[in-house]
């Protein structure tokens, strides 16, 4: 591995100073890509998480809907029946 940095620092002393102040600009573009990247996958988390959290609330609902649509159900049946 420490072969590696080695000729990449021996490649980059070569190289002119106008690609290596591209190559810095480039690095910069994917340093800010990257957090941008982050911040969505945290950004996307978040949102799952607080999905979840509105599905169970909508089951609690719709659970408490069908309640109330038995008993109204019921209570039309015996106004109809008299």
């Known amino acids: 591995m420490s072969d590696v940095v080695v000729n990449l620092s021996d490649i980059i002393s070569v ?10 600009g480039l690095i910069v573009v994917l340093q800010a890509v990257s957090i941008a990247f982050i911040v969505y996958v945290v950004y996307l988390i978040i949102s799952f998480v607080l ?12 659970g408490k809907i069908d309640l109330i ?8 049946k015996r106004k109809f029946k008299k």
């Open 15 to 24: 190289l002119p100073p106008e690609i290596i102040e591209k190559i810095g």
């Open 51 to 62: 999905n979840i959290k509105r599905y169970k609330k909508l089951g609690v609902l719709e």
């Open 69 to 76: 649509g038995g008993k109204v159900d019921k209570l039309l």
